[in-house]
């Protein structure tokens, strides 16, 4: 679980090539290899791309665009998490209705985590984990990029972060995270 410091240094650019050995995933998606985006954090948990996901720039600066498409990371055991999580992405919607899933978990039919996205609303829902969620009505404006931060925290601490600022906190009781 990433600290606050953490959060707020990353949303303004810093920080964001440190080595953490608690990092499981870091895709840059400026090239793909054997037809996914690789991890950065370690062997294994490549991105791949299903449906119509476009590819924007390289060398060294590329996104993608999510256009029905998504990308899919395949199952392995560094993502059975049970004490805490922090998900981060930089995100542009297409418009003002533009957004869609972010994270997803799934072991076990309705275990895990789902971190949305919309350019009104983010939602973090912890699913069979607690039966809680917790939604931030925030804008995220389609002209610039955002950073945003979804914790599943120890203890039951729940955070939603927008450009390194929290707009969201409730606090559950403690929970495994993915089963």
């Known amino acids: ?3 606050p410091r953490e959060i707020s240094e990353h949303a303004a650019g810093k920080g964001l090539d440190a ?3 608690a990092l499981v995933g870091d895709w840059a998606f400026d090239r793909l290899e054997g037809g996914a985006y690789p991890n950065s954090a370690g062997e294994g948990l490549a991105a791949r791309p299903i449906g119509k996901v476009r590819q924007v720039g390289d060398n060294g600066g590329g996104y993608v665009r999510l256009e029905g498409g998504r ?4 199952n392995g055991n560094r993502l059975d998490i049970s004490t805490a999580l922090t998900m981060e992405a930089w ?12 994270f997803a978990r799934q072991r076990v039919w309705m275990w895990g985590f789902v971190f949305h996205a919309r350019s009104d609303w983010i ?3 912890g699913l069979r984990a607690s039966g809680r969620e917790i939604e931030a009505n925030c804008k995220i404006p389609s002209d610039k990029w955002t950073h945003i931060a979804g914790i599943l ?18 606090k559950t009781r403690p929970m495994i995270i993915s089963g």
């Open 1 to 3: 679980m990433l600290s």
């Open 153 to 170: 925290g120890a203890g039951g601490l729940w955070q939603i972060w927008v450009d390194g600022k929290l707009v969201k906190e409730y």
């Open 19 to 21: 080595k953490d050995e």
């Open 71 to 74: 990308l899919e990371v395949a």
């Open 123 to 125: 939602m973090l829902d």
């Open 91 to 102: 995100v542009r919607p297409a418009g003002p209705q533009g957004g869609g899933c972010l």
